[in-house]
T-cell receptor, first 118, second 118 residues
């Protein structure tokens, strides 16, 4: 079973629209971290946020905001007033409190391709 | 700070040859490095976890004799694709976990290496 599900494969919006990218995760651990990464066409992953399982406070960073809800195992990402430069693939990822040699490994969702049209 | 480099950034090789990809943490020591593979329009899949001074831990389905990983120092891990075939063409991304990361699960990604096997 997938540990991270991003049900939206592609989203298209027009500039200045708000858009929410969904992420649902699955884990049995009580300690874990959730991440969002942006991957522009160049391919390099850009770190956006890391949130641990004990901190359910929503976070806002400029036009970006994240809604973490343990009750629904979701960690959604909203871009307000989207811009063309936001066009990229966005990945949600989970890191569990793995034991042994793979501590810190990330489980990625399939990604959501966001296209923002001018 | 926390920069990870990969070399080369792209490589084209002929079928049957071997290719070595380097992953370096430039300004920190990394006890753990992860190697991911990403096919076009797909997610990142963990291939192996590399711990300094010990053998790499490979994910199920990844041939360890084909994808040789060496983590010889706290700043360098190498992935060698032996006897490459066209189906090995992919985007290979490494990430490095700082020695002092502790329970924060932070890690930093390299820019990726695009391998094309003809």
């Amino acid at each position: 079973a997938q540990k991270v599900t991003q049900a939206q494969t592609e989203i298209s919006v027009v500039e200045k629209e708000d858009v929410t990218l969904d992420c649902v995760y699955e884990t049995r651990d009580t300690t874990y971290y959730l991440f969002w990464y942006k991957q522009p066409p160049s391919g390099e992953l850009v770190f956006l946020i890391r949130r641990n399982s004990f901190d359910e406070q929503n976070e806002i960073s400029g036009r970006y905001s994240w809604n973490f809800q343990k009750s629904t195992s979701s960690f959604n990402f909203t871009i307000t007033a989207s811009q063309v430069v936001d066009s990229a693939v966005y990945f949600c990822a989970l890191s569990e409190a793995a034991r042994g040699s793979t501590l810190g490994r990330l489980y990625f969702g399939r990604g959501t391709q966001l296209t923002v049209w001018p | 700070g926390a920069v990870v480099s990969q070399h080369p950034s792209w490589v084209i090789c002929k079928s049957g040859t071997s290719v070595k990809i380097e992953c370096r943490s430039l300004d920190f020591q990394a006890t753990t490095m992860f190697w991911y593979r990403q096919f076009p329009k797909q997610s990142l899949m963990l291939m192996a976890t590399s711990n300094e001074g010990s053998k790499a831990t490979y994910e199920q389905g990844v041939e360890k004799d084909k994808f040789l990983i060496n983590h010889a120092s706290l700043t360098l891990s190498t992935l060698t694709v032996t006897s490459a075939h066209p189906e090995d063409s992919s985007f290979y991304i490494c990430s490095a976990r700082p020695r002092l990361a502790g329970a924060s699960y932070e890690q930093y990604f390299g820019p990726g290496t695009r391998l094309t096997v003809t």
